[in-house]
């Protein structure tokens, strides 16, 4: 990751680095405002699932993106600041994980947090093999259709009147 950074500074001018970074920091942390409450009404705040839901899904997006940004040019170095470092950075966050296990500590519920706690770690990594298998299947299905485009041959006009003369214009009805 921090090579990849290294060598985004000099294709990206600091201002716009900043800026992917601060709008995807603010989106990110909408949605996970908006997620949380949403959880939270749903299945009440006796346990973290809100915590858990957004690291979890947070996971399998880093996860994702990074694998796009890898082996495509679907997600630029703009876009992976913005989503990577902005939008997941803020999305997720390990201090309310933390929170959340010393909470369930505190309050004498040692086997709820000792389930947080895994179902944590392992549902958080299992995101991340999920993320970056998707990631993967796209970009081998993105590859093949360019293989399969590019080794295609063009099709002649089986009539003159469907040539146009205006570029980027096909068929007699934009003459």
């Not at 010393?102 to 770690?121: E, G, R, S």
Request: charged letters at 15%; hydrophobic letters at 50%.
């Amino acid at each position: 990751m921090v090579v990849v950074m290294a060598s985004m500074t000099g294709t990206l001018s600091r201002r716009r680095r900043f800026a992917a970074v601060l709008v995807g920091g603010f989106s990110g942390t909408l949605a996970r405002y908006s997620l949380s409450i949403l959880v939270q009404g749903w299945l009440g705040k006796a346990w973290p699932y809100d915590i858990l839901l957004v690291n979890v899904t947070g996971a399998f997006l880093l996860a994702l993106i990074t694998t796009l940004a890898d082996e495509t040019f679907l997600v630029g170095p703009t876009r992976r600041l913005f989503l990577n470092v902005g939008f997941t950075g803020a999305y997720t966050t390990f201090s309310s994980f933390a929170l959340g296990e010393v909470l369930l500590v505190q309050k004498a519920q040692l086997l709820p947090a000792l389930l947080y706690l895994l179902l944590t770690i392992s549902c958080g990594i299992l995101a991340i093999l999920l993320g970056d298998l998707l990631g993967q299947q796209l970009v081998s299905r993105l590859s093949r259709r360019r293989e399969v485009a590019m080794t295609r041959p063009r099709k002649a006009a089986a009539f003159p009147e469907q040539q146009s003369s205006c570029k980027g214009r096909k068929g007699a009805f934009w003459r």
